[in-house]
């Protein structure tokens, strides 16, 4: 039998290792052995955008269960999910998927917040925090993803060559389910303080379990960065890339809240 079909595929490439797939007959690739869907392979090299894992495989009355299952994957297998991940994803779904997160972390602090309005000052101080979070998570989501991964390009069915920079924002938007988490953690640290006071150890759990979800998230998403299209340069730039967002997110909080502070001393 012959090893080649006459197929409309040019062009298509083995995922595991970008061997030249076109014209073969079986779903095999013969340079790494590795079985491919070819109607997959298609459509992404048509430039149709693929489901995202878990959560754009939801039904009508399934959205919130897939949410929590697509958040437990990231938080507990998030180089399982970079490797599903689609190199050409809904990117409008993800953006939709990392929009919930960010409602469902400013719901949890809102129970904070609210405690707080009887002592204006403590309100405002929690409200910057909060917008200080948010603008944080934007910047560092665009700044991951310019500096991890827009060095790398591909090559359109027309041969030009395009950015992978939305496909990247995509899946750099998806681990924005660690934001409930870490908002999570700021609601429970808030409370225990409430109920032990102000004796120091309410605050010090706070600050070490946020650390150690930050720790956790910075990890997490260098192995991402990695894991998506198997460049250890990736992995090194996003272990780099983001101590320095962080540093740089912390010092643009200090600055606002310098001048909240002295707007309100006027």
Not at 53 to 62: A, F, M
Not at 84 to 110: E, T
Not at 173 to 188: E, G, Q, Y
Not at 223 to 232: C, E, F, L, T, W
């Amino acid at each position: 039998m012959s090893e080649t079909m006459t197929t409309n595929d040019e062009g298509l490439r083995c995922p595991e290792c970008e061997y030249n797939l076109t014209g073969l007959a079986h779903d095999v690739c013969p340079e790494c052995g590795q079985p491919f869907d070819r109607e997959k392979l298609l459509a992404e090299l048509a430039g149709v955008p693929a489901a995202i894992p878990i959560w754009g495989q939801r039904t009508e009355n399934d959205g919130l269960r897939s949410f929590a299952r697509t958040v437990l994957e990231i938080w507990s297998h998030p180089v399982r999910y970079a490797r599903r991940f689609p190199k050409n994803p809904d990117c409008g779904d993800a953006a939709k998927f990392a929009r919930w997160c960010l409602i469902i972390a400013l719901g949890i602090l809102l129970i904070p917040l609210i405690s707080m309005m009887p002592d204006l000052l403590q309100f405002f101080s929690g409200l910057m925090t909060c917008g200080a979070m948010i603008l944080n998570a934007f910047m560092c989501e665009r700044a991951i993803t310019a500096v991890v991964f827009v060095p790398e390009f591909k090559v359109t069915t027309v041969g030009k060559p395009k950015s992978w920079y939305p496909e990247s924002l995509a899946l750099v938007r998806m681990t924005r389910a660690f934001l409930p988490l870490s908002t999570s953690v700021i609601c429970v640290g808030w409370f225990t303080y409430l109920f032990m006071g102000p004796n120091g150890d309410a605050e010090s759990i706070t600050i070490i379990l946020l650390t150690v979800i930050g720790v956790y998230w910075w990890i997490s998403l260098a192995q991402i960065a990695g894991s998506y299209r198997k460049r250890n340069i990736n992995l090194i730039l996003g272990l780099l890339t983001i101590p320095i967002c962080a540093v740089v997110c912390s010092l643009v909080n200090i600055v606002m809240f310098g001048i909240w502070i002295s707007i309100m001393m006027r």
